[in-house]
C-alpha cells in the first residue's frame, strides 16, 4: 500500500485538491495500527491553493514513552527511513513513502513528534496563519518562487532556505509557545 519514496528535485507545483483527502486516507490507515496517537496533516497541501513541492506532510504526535512502537509501526506499515543527506535523528525521525490515489502519486512526509512539543505546535500554528491570511500565503508562494528562481532545488537546502520565513511568521504569532493548541476542539487537522 505504501510504495516507495522518490528522490527528485524541489519544484513549485499547484494545489492539488486531492492532497487533503490522501492524508485523511493515509491517517486512518496509521490510526488502525496507533490508535492512541494524534495526527496532524501540515505543510502547503494542508492549506488550499499554496503552492508548493505536493509532498503530503503528516505529523504523527506520540505521548512521553511511545516512540519506539511508532517507529515500529510505521515501519511495518511500510514506510521507509530516510536515505537522503542529512536525515532527522532517531529521537525525532521522519519516514517516508508514496501513495497513489486518484491517477496521482503523493510522495509522503512522515514526522514523528512528541505532543505538545514546542515543534508541534510551531507547525500547526504556522498552518493555521497561512490558512487565515491569504496575503500571508501568498507571500510564502513567492518566497518558495524565489528560492527556486536562485537555482536552489536541493530538498535539503530549499527547507534550510524557507526557514527564515518560517521563523519570521513564528516570532510574529505568540501562540506558538500555547501548548493547549493540540487539545482544541476546534482545531482543524486536516
Same mark, same amino acid.
Given at each position: 500500500?505504501?510504495?516507495?519514496y522518490?528522490?527528485?528535485?524541489?519544484?513549485? $507545483?499547484?494545489?492539488?485538491?486531492?492532497?487533503?483527502? =490522501? /492524508? $485523511?486516507?493515509?491517517?486512518?490507515?496509521?490510526?488502525?495500527?496507533?490508535?492512541?496517537? !494524534?495526527?496532524?496533516? +501540515?505543510?502547503?497541501?494542508?492549506?488550499?491553493?499554496?503552492?508548493?513541492?505536493?509532498?503530503?506532510?503528516?505529523?504523527?504526535?506520540y505521548?512521553?514513552g511511545?516512540?519506539e512502537?511508532?517507529?515500529? $509501526?510505521?515501519?511495518?506499515?511500510? %514506510?521507509?527511513?530516510q536515505?537522503? @543527506?542529512?536525515? %532527522?535523528? #532517531?529521537t525525532?525521525?521522519? @519516514? =517516508?513513502?508514496? %501513495?497513489?490515489?486518484?491517477?496521482?502519486?503523493?510522495?509522503?512526509?512522515?514526522?514523528?513528534? #512528541?505532543?505538545?512539543?514546542? #515543534? /508541534?505546535? #510551531?507547525?500547526?500554528? +504556522?498552518?493555521?496563519?497561512? @490558512?487565515?491570511?491569504?496575503?500571508? @500565503?501568498?507571500?510564502?508562494?513567492?518566497?518558495?518562487?524565489?528560492?527556486l528562481? !536562485?537555482?536552489i532545488?536541493?530538498?535539503?537546502?530549499?527547507?534550510?532556505?524557507?526557514?527564515?520565513?518560517? $521563523?519570521?511568521?513564528?516570532?510574529?504569532?505568540? /501562540? %506558538?509557545?500555547d501548548?493547549?493548541?493540540?487539545?482544541?476542539?476546534?482545531? !482543524?487537522?486536516?
Amino acid at each position: 500500500m505504501i510504495g516507495l519514496y522518490i528522490h527528485d528535485l524541489v519544484d513549485c $507545483k499547484d494545489y492539488n485538491p486531492l492532497a487533503p483527502i =490522501v /492524508a $485523511k486516507h493515509l491517517a486512518q490507515i496509521i490510526l488502525s495500527s496507533l490508535p492512541d496517537i !494524534q495526527i496532524m496533516h +501540515f505543510g502547503s497541501t494542508a492549506v488550499e491553493g499554496c503552492t508548493g513541492k505536493g509532498i503530503i506532510d503528516l505529523m504523527v504526535l506520540y505521548s512521553n514513552g511511545g516512540l519506539e512502537n511508532v517507529k515500529t $509501526k510505521l515501519d511495518e506499515l511500510g %514506510f521507509q527511513k530516510q536515505t537522503t @543527506r542529512d536525515p %532527522f535523528p #532517531e529521537t525525532r525521525p521522519m @519516514r =517516508v513513502g508514496s %501513495f497513489e490515489y486518484g491517477g496521482n502519486v503523493f510522495q509522503l512526509h512522515i514526522h514523528v513528534i #512528541e505532543k505538545n512539543s514546542p #515543534e /508541534a505546535v #510551531e507547525l500547526i500554528e +504556522f498552518k493555521n496563519s497561512l @490558512r487565515a491570511d491569504s496575503g500571508l @500565503r501568498d507571500q510564502y508562494v513567492m518566497v518558495k518562487k524565489s528560492i527556486l528562481s !536562485q537555482g536552489i532545488t536541493d530538498p535539503f537546502d530549499y527547507c534550510k532556505a524557507k526557514e527564515q520565513f518560517i $521563523k519570521k511568521v513564528s516570532h510574529l504569532h505568540s /501562540a %506558538f509557545s500555547d501548548t493547549s493548541i493540540l487539545e482544541k476542539q476546534d482545531n !482543524q487537522l486536516f
